[in-house]
C-alpha cells in the first residue's frame, strides 16, 4: 500500500464530476466543456491508484521545475510546446516538439511546458515525452488536472510539475492534488485568474502562482489583470504571468511589476525563429517593487 492512499478519496471528492459550474459559478465557457470532458474520461477510469503512485515513484527522478524558476538571474521564461488553441486552431502547420524544445533550450528558457490535451489543443503525452528526452529542461504538464490520476499520470509521462487551475477545482481537490504532488516529488503550477482565486490558491502554500491575463468569460486579454493580482501575492511564492505576452515590451512590464516569470506559446509557437523570440524575452530584471 502506497503512503497517503487516495482510494478513499476518489469518491469523496466526487470525481464522477464536480460539475464545472460548481466552481466557476456563473462563469460558463469553453472551459466548461473542456472539464466536463475531463471529468467524464476520470470517471470511467478503471485503475487502481496505488498502483499507479506506486509506478510513478519509480519513474525518473523530477528535475526541479520551482527550483529553475527561484535560481534564474532576471526573468525567467517557460517556453511553451502547443500545437493548437480552442480560438485560433492550429497554430502551425507542422510542429516537431524536440526541435522546437530545442530551440527554446538555446534562447534560453529555464523550462517548458508541454499541452497534453488532445482534443482542444491537439497536445498528447507523447509530446511531453519527446520533450523530457530531447532537453534537461524541467517541463510543466500543461492540462486539466481533475484527478490523482492526472497527478500521477504526470509524472509517469516525463513532467516535473503540475498545473492547477482554481477555477476548475474545489478547495478540497486544490489540496489533495497538492498534497499528492509533493509525494511524487512534483512541483505545482497554480493558475488564478484574479484576486479571490488567488486568496483560495495560498491557503495551500504553493511555491509557484501563476495569473493568467486570459478573461474566461470574453477569451479575451486582459493585460492588466496579472500586474493587479500580482501586487497580492507573497514575496515567497513564484510569480509567473501567463497569457497574452506578445514580446519583450510585455516582458519587461511583467517584471517590472513583480513577475519573476512569464509562459509564453502561442508568440514563440507561430514566430519564424522561436529561440530568437526566446531570447528576445528574457534579460530583463526582476523588480524590487514590494509585494505583499
Do not use: W
Amino acid at each position: 500500500m502506497v503512503q497517503g492512499s487516495f482510494l478513499d478519496s476518489r469518491s469523496k471528492i466526487g470525481l464522477v464530476g464536480l460539475h464545472p459550474t460548481t466552481t466557476l459559478g456563473a462563469v460558463q465557457t469553453y472551459l466548461s466543456s473542456i472539464l466536463e470532458r475531463h471529468r467524464e474520461a476520470a470517471a470511467r477510469e478503471t485503475r487502481v491508484l496505488d498502483d499507479v503512485i506506486a509506478s510513478a515513484l519509480l519513474a525518473r527522478a523530477p528535475r526541479g521545475f520551482a527550483h529553475a524558476l527561484e535560481t534564474h538571474d532576471g526573468l525567467a521564461l517557460i517556453a511553451e510546446v502547443k500545437r493548437r488553441s480552442p480560438s485560433l486552431g492550429p497554430l502551425v502547420e507542422h510542429l516537431d516538439p524536440a526541435e522546437l524544445a530545442g530551440a527554446y533550450l538555446r534562447g534560453g528558457a529555464s523550462c517548458c511546458s508541454v499541452l497534453t490535451d488532445d482534443v482542444s489543443f491537439g497536445g498528447s503525452p507523447q509530446d511531453l515525452g519527446i520533450v523530457a528526452e530531447s532537453v534537461p529542461l524541467p517541463i510543466l504538464r500543461k492540462d486539466f488536472t481533475v484527478s490523482p490520476f492526472d497527478v500521477a499520470d504526470a509524472r509517469l509521462m516525463g513532467a516535473d510539475a503540475v498545473l492547477l487551475i482554481v477555477a476548475a477545482l474545489s478547495d478540497q481537490e486544490l489540496r489533495e492534488f497538492a498534497d499528492l504532488a509533493e509525494q511524487l516529488a512534483l512541483d505545482v503550477l497554480v493558475e488564478v485568474h484574479d484576486e479571490a482565486e488567488l486568496e483560495r490558491a495560498l491557503a495551500i502554500k504553493p511555491r509557484v502562482v501563476g495569473v493568467n491575463q486570459r478573461d474566461l468569460v470574453s477569451f479575451k486579454v486582459d493585460t492588466s489583470r496579472a500586474q493587479r493580482v500580482v501586487r497580492h501575492m507573497p514575496s515567497s511564492v513564484v510569480a509567473v504571468a501567463e497569457s497574452g505576452i506578445k514580446g519583450p515590451d510585455d516582458a519587461k512590464a511583467l517584471a517590472d511589476s513583480g513577475f519573476q516569470a512569464i509562459l509564453v506559446g502561442e508568440t514563440l509557437v507561430k514566430s519564424k525563429s522561436p529561440e530568437q523570440a526566446a531570447r528576445e524575452l528574457l534579460g530583463f530584471s526582476r523588480s524590487k517593487v514590494e509585494r505583499a
